[in-house]
Each structure stands twice: as C-alpha cells, then as structure tokens.
C-alpha cells in the first residue's frame, strides 16, 4: 500500500509569506484547546474564535494553546497575529513539508518537529508535523491531526506537585519535544521487532514476500531518518542556550532531550546496518536452497548413470550377445543394479554428501 504524499506544486511561483496549507486534513473542524496556570491555578478550556484569546496575555500565568487541525487558514493566521508571530513563521506552520528545525525571532522560539505512529490496519508508519511556538510566559503548539499525543503534558499541568507547575514557559515547550523524542523510542521497538522476525525468514524460508518486506522496512527507515537526523542539530541548537527564553535550569532537561536524539540516531542507523545486509541474507540463503535442490538432483543422476549404461548395453540388438540365452541372466543384471545403487549410496554417506 503506498503511503500518501505531500504536495508541494501548488506552492511553485508563489510570493514568501503566502498562507497555503499543504498536507492532509486529518479531521473536519480546527480544535483549540487552552490550558491557563501557574503555581496555585489551573483553568483548562476550548476555545472558539480568535477573540477569545485576548484574555490569555498575561504574564502572570503560563499560557499553553494547543491546535489540532491546520486545514483552516483564517483561524491560524488570527492565532498567529495576536501573538505577532511573523508571517514567514505562519507560512512553515501551514507547510506541513518542514524538515525538523528552530528558529529564533528574538520575543519568541520556532521549533519544528516530527511525531510518528504506525498505523494498524495498514502497518505503515506515518507522520504528522508538530511546530512549537514559545515565548516569556506563553507555548503554542500545533498539531495536524487529533491524536492525544500530549496527554500526559496535561495531567502533569493539572498535578499541583509537578515540576512543570513550578517553571517557566520554556520548561513546557521541552516537555513537549521531549514526549515526541520519547515516542520515537517506541517507534524504534516495532521496527527492530519486525527486523527480528524477518531475519528469521529469511535463514528458515526466504521468498518473495520476505524480499517485499525488506524493502519496505528499508523505506520506512528512510523515511524516519529524514526526521531524526535534522532534529539532532535542532536540539542542539537549543541546548546551547543562545536565546535569552530558555533559562538554565531548562538546558539540564534540553541536554538530556539531545542525548536521547543521540541515543535514537544510533540504534536507527544500527537498524539500517542490519536492513542492508538483509539482502546479502536473502540472496545467500536463496544460492543455499538451489545448492542443497541440485546437490540431491546431481546425486539422482550420479546413481542413474552407471545404472543407465547397464541398461543400454543390455538393449542392444546383437544376435549374439552371451547373457541373452542365460536362464538367471534377467535377476542377475537386476542383482548386479542393485549392487551399483547400494555401493554408490554407501560411497555417497562415506564422503558426507547425503
């Protein structure tokens, strides 16, 4: 089953700054959930419009909006400019065609990130772009799909005693990257999972199916590569603490977040090690198969051929041969086949080729 792809023609000859979505709509209706707090409170909400937004620019709470669904221009754009976000920053937003990156605009971080899953009716990994948009005392996410990828985030809020009560707005844009950074691990798990299953069939019964999925699992890596790989030099980025929002205290927990990154490209390129080789797995046990069927057909012939010479002499039509007139010379030549048979089976189990 082929996996969908994201467009990037309509965009061809268009001015920078021109709000398109490109990607797939994920669900009918743009959701906008709120969640308001500091250290004493917690106001959780949905909202419905733009204008409803005004109400959460103070710098006394911690601000978190999360959208899901980036299929409707106008309410991302009036989310955008409330919060004076640049327009270039609203266009990558909507291009869901990003590659993992960060970028700084002084009041506020851009981060771009990738999350997966592995669809279960279809087995296909697949991915939707998340992009963070964090500033003093405010974090905007948006999500393109409704998956509740950032539920824990919320019961974390919601738990007095929890750290992320206690920091800045800067700690909760890394807990959210560090959830997506965190799933990859999981992501990670199916695959070798599935490498380990196929490494079996291919030694017990390699075929055309196995083949198929070597090269599915080497495109699925390929892909996930596209993803991890640049979000190396983003959390790095963040970990050196150039910008002036991220605070100490969080570069202990970003550096940590960067060491997982670390941790996922290596066991991701051990993966791709061992899927290259799968082919040389299949093609070695596919040669030992055809040795092992004309090993057993060379020794059928090998046995055939003095009993065939017997055979021929025996049919030859001279008048006078000296065993056709034999009264036992029937049995004898059969006697006498046996014997061949036997002896070249014995041989055979002396030199170990049966």
Not at 204 to 233: C, D, N, S, T, Y
Not at 266 to 283: A, C, K, Q, W
């Amino acid at each position: 089953m082929r996996k969908k792809r994201v467009s990037m023609a309509r965009k061809s000859g268009l001015p920078p700054g021109t709000l398109l979505h490109v990607g797939h709509k994920y669900i009918d209706a743009v959701k906008i959930g709120v969640i308001d707090y500091n250290l004493s409170q917690v106001m959780e909400r949905e909202l419905y419009s733009v204008e409803e937004l005004a109400h959460f620019h103070s710098a006394d709470t911690i601000t978190w909006i999360h959208v899901k669904g980036l299929h409707n221009i106008d309410l991302i754009e009036g989310i955008c400019q409330s919060f004076g976000i640049h327009p270039l920053v609203q266009e990558d937003i909507l291009n869901t065609a990003q590659r993992p990156k960060i970028e700084d605009y002084g009041d506020y971080l851009f981060v771009v990130l990738k999350a997966f899953w592995v669809e279960k009716e279809t087995d296909i990994l697949t991915s939707e772009q998340i992009s963070i948009l964090f500033g003093a005392s405010y974090v905007i996410s948006f999500q393109e799909s409704e998956r509740e990828l950032f539920e824990s985030i919320r019961n974390r809020i919601n738990s007095s005693q929890s750290r992320i009560r206690r920091q800045g707005a800067d700690y909760l844009a890394y807990a959210l990257v560090d959830i997506i950074v965190d799933n990859y691990f999981v992501i990670l798990e199916t695959l070798g999972e599935k490498i380990e299953l196929l490494e079996e069939d291919l030694v017990v019964q390699p075929g055309q199916e196995a083949l198929r999925e070597i090269h599915f699992l080497k495109r699925q890596m390929l892909f996930f590569r596209k993803a991890i790989w640049p979000l190396r030099e983003t959390i790095g980025s963040l970990s050196r603490g150039e910008s002036s929002l991220v605070k100490d205290t969080t570069l202990l927990y970003i550096r940590d977040v960067y060491d997982h990154t670390i941790q996922a490209i290596d066991t991701l390129e051990t993966y791709r090690d061992i899927i290259s080789g799968m082919l040389d797995i299949y093609l070695s046990s596919i040669s030992n198969r055809m040795n092992q069927v004309m090993k057993v057909l060379t020794v059928i012939s090998t046995i055939f051929i003095p009993l065939t010479f017997i055979v021929g002499v025996y049919g030859m039509n001279f008048k006078y041969m000296p065993e056709l007139e034999w009264e036992w010379g029937y049995p004898a030549v059969w006697l006498l086949m046996l014997f061949v048979f036997l002896a070249m089976l014995q041989f055979f189990r002396t030199r170990k080729w049966l």
